[in-house]
């Protein structure tokens, strides 16, 4: 066991976290959450050649984007790659095809 709070004290302290990335992320702020890192909303356009004829409707839809903190970039110089042994298997269709 980790921690003597329950899942029901977690999930309360998950729905009040949401809620305030909300708001926050919808005001333009950047979220630090510490070690674990920050999240920033990023919104773009499609682009025009005279800025009177930049209209609302091209804007792109809205992403969330994550940059991990420390412990989560050096976790990410760690892992190691393998190359996994694959077979192949053929089967016979007996459906019919028209």
């Not at 999930?11 to 992320?25: E, F, S, T």
């Not at 804007?59 to 050096?74: A, C, D, M, V, Y």
């Amino acid at each position: 066991m980790l921690s003597t709070a329950t899942a029901g004290d977690v999930a309360c302290i998950m729905d009040g976290l949401m809620l305030l990335m909300r708001q926050h992320l919808m005001k333009g702020y950047i979220v630090e959450l510490g070690d674990l890192g920050n999240y920033r909303l990023s919104v773009g356009s499609h682009g025009v050649k005279r800025p009177e004829d930049f209209e609302v409707h091209l804007f792109k839809k809205p992403r969330i984007l994550f940059s991990p903190g420390p412990l989560l970039k050096e976790l990410c110089k760690n892992v190691h790659y393998e190359k996994a042994k694959c077979k192949i298997v053929e089967r016979e269709c007996k459906q019919s095809h028209g």
